[in-house]
């Protein structure tokens, strides 16, 4: 059974930092691309970042410099490092698999989990 739990989302204020944890199983974690979306409300779900197989790694715009994606094949982790967040960045994140390995924005990811969300006060 393919799971994908993310966990760590909460309320910070800006500036503030959040780690993001998602932890896979039912699946070939080391060969999947694995990427990290949101969706705040009233808006389309968008793509934050992805991290392919061999760990070369994508970033939407809104988060370079700010965020960072990285993964534990050995834990079947995958994890969003999100630092000087911004009242913009209130949003369900949602992690998703890429089951071609690529992890990338325009990539179809196979599964997805439930979310989590992530609030940041001004």
């Known amino acids: 059974q393919v799971q994908l739990v993310e966990s760590g989302g909460g309320l910070v204020q800006a500036g503030g930092s959040l780690r993001l944890s998602c932890a896979a199983s039912?699946?070939?974690?080391?060969?999947?691309?694995m990427g990290w979306f949101r969706q705040a409300p009233g808006k389309e779900r968008e793509f934050v970042a992805g991290i392919r197989w061999n760990s070369n790694i994508y970033y939407a715009d809104s988060g370079k410099g700010r965020f960072t994606i990285s993964r534990d094949n050995a834990k079947n982790m995958v994890y969003l490092q999100m630092n000087s967040l911004k009242p913009e960045d209130t949003a369900v994140y949602y992690c998703?698999?890429?089951?071609?390995?690529?992890?990338?924005?325009?990539?179809?990811?196979?599964?997805w989990g439930q979310g989590t969300q992530v609030t940041v006060s001004s």
């Open positions: 998703a698999a890429d089951a071609r390995g690529w992890g990338q924005p325009d990539s179809r990811y196979t599964y």
């Open positions: 039912g699946f070939t974690f080391t060969s999947y691309g």
